[in-house]
């Protein structure tokens, strides 16, 4: 079955832990990217990821990495996280058309 | 920058038909899409566009006007499972990011 699996769905953690959130599909699709949604404000980028090695800011970056080492995954990284951070997140990737993104099934994070 | 702009929440009955607006600015064009989101779900593609004209699929349609920056999506037959938020959502190139609008809640009642 062809699908975005992102790890965990649910993260409760502290200011400051080092956390990494999970992407990966099984689709062969170059473009991946990261999305954050918060009320009222929609889906907002924070990183995209064009083919391996290749990626680039969004419109909300700051406080984020990402890498992409192997096609599949796409892993978001938060090194210090805080409480503004809290949100629900979603990876999703495309083929290289970009005719349709297919979503993971998102992170509830909260940072407390 | 790129910006899009679509009404917050629309109210319809089962069985009819509503009209989503889209209306978009960008710095380039490569195509509208739309995607449906239930409550805390995942969202999921309904449509996309790159031409004007309309494109159909099932219940759902999707327009696009290019030289007014504009587009819609048309539910018909309303049922109570499309209660949902949908976005529109524009990529300003061929490699570059997915833009989305704030979305549109839509309520369907018995």
């Known amino acids: 079955e062809a699908q975005v699996t992102q790890n965990p769905r649910y993260l409760i953690t502290v200011t400051g832990k080092k956390l990494t959130v999970t992407c990966s599909q099984n689709?062969?699709?170059?473009?991946m990217s990261w999305y954050r949604q918060d009320p009222g404000l929609g889906l907002r980028q924070i990183y995209y990821s064009m083919n391996v090695e290749v990626t680039d800011k969004g419109d909300v970056p700051e406080g984020y990495k990402v890498s992409r080492k192997e096609k599949r995954n796409f892993p978001l990284i938060l090194e210090s996280p805080s409480p503004n951070q809290t949100s629900l997140y979603f990876c999703?990737?495309?083929?290289?058309?970009?005719?349709?993104?297919?979503f993971g099934q998102g992170t509830r994070l909260t940072v407390v | 920058g790129q910006s899009l702009e679509q009404p917050s929440e629309v109210t319809a009955v089962e069985g009819a038909i509503v009209q989503i607006n889209c209306t978009y600015q960008t710095s380039g064009f490569y195509g509208l899409s739309w995607y449906q989101q239930h409550d805390g779900g995942a969202p999921t593609f309904l449509s996309y566009n790159a031409l004007d004209g309309l494109e159909e699929t099932g219940r759902f349609s999707s327009f696009l006007s290019r030289s007014d920056s504009y587009g819609y999506l048309l539910l018909q037959e309303l049922q109570m499972k499309d209660s949902a938020s949908y976005f529109c959502a524009v990529r300003d190139s061929g490699y570059s990011t997915l833009t989305f609008g704030k979305g549109t809640m839509l309520l369907v009642s018995p």
């Open positions: 689709m062969n699709h170059e473009y």
């Open positions: 999703a990737s495309s083929p290289q058309q970009h005719t349709e993104a297919f």
